[in-house]
């Protein structure tokens, strides 16, 4: 049988989220699941995302985790100018009281920071976590990072009296006894 699989009955059906928006002067363009990247913007991204120290990855991966619903959002100068001045990249997290989206990434190149690209970035999250009904938006920011504690105030966000815990996931052998 061919087509698209069943949906799921337990994801509710998702509106499609548009392939880009303006914001302040800025073209925002919208990857994810609705709208993959083409070959050319993968390897920007990847790049983009290598030169802020993450770690590598290829474009299978990038595209599997737009496939489990990671959403990018990178700024462009304008829609024929493809050059990423800076991208975020957000996931949902469907909860038995809320559905929330998570802010993971924000970055801007170094020599277009404070031109407004972080709050447009900001800016189309929202509106992208809006499409998708989502009502709560969660982020991260190092306690160190002022400038970016200012831009995520600005936008309402506010201090949560929550403590950040890790584990690291470490996969044992399974036991064979």
Not at 56 to 73: C, N, T, W
Not at 162 to 174: E, Q, R, T, Y
């Amino acid at each position: 049988m061919t087509g698209s699989p069943a949906p799921d009955p337990a994801t509710p059906a998702e509106a499609p989220l548009p392939g880009s928006i303006e914001i302040n002067g800025y073209h925002i363009a919208i990857w994810s699941r609705d709208n993959l990247a083409d070959a050319a913007m993968v390897e920007q991204l990847i790049a983009f995302y290598v030169r802020y120290g993450y770690r590598s990855m290829s474009p299978a991966s990038l595209e599997h985790a737009l496939a489990r619903g990671l959403v990018l959002l990178t700024a462009h100068p304008s829609p024929s100018n493809h050059t990423i001045l800076g991208m975020a990249a957000v996931s949902g997290l469907p909860t038995v009281t809320s559905a929330m989206y998570f802010m993971t990434d924000l970055i801007v190149e170094r020599h277009h920071r404070r031109h407004g690209v972080g709050h447009a970035l900001t800016a189309a999250v929202e509106v992208v976590a809006a499409a998708r009904d989502m009502q709560v938006l969660w982020l991260l920011v190092s306690q160190d990072n002022h400038t970016a504690q200012r831009l995520y105030m600005r936008h309402g966000f506010h201090v949560q009296p929550h403590m950040l815990m890790a584990k690291d996931v470490i996969v044992a052998p399974p036991d064979t006894r």
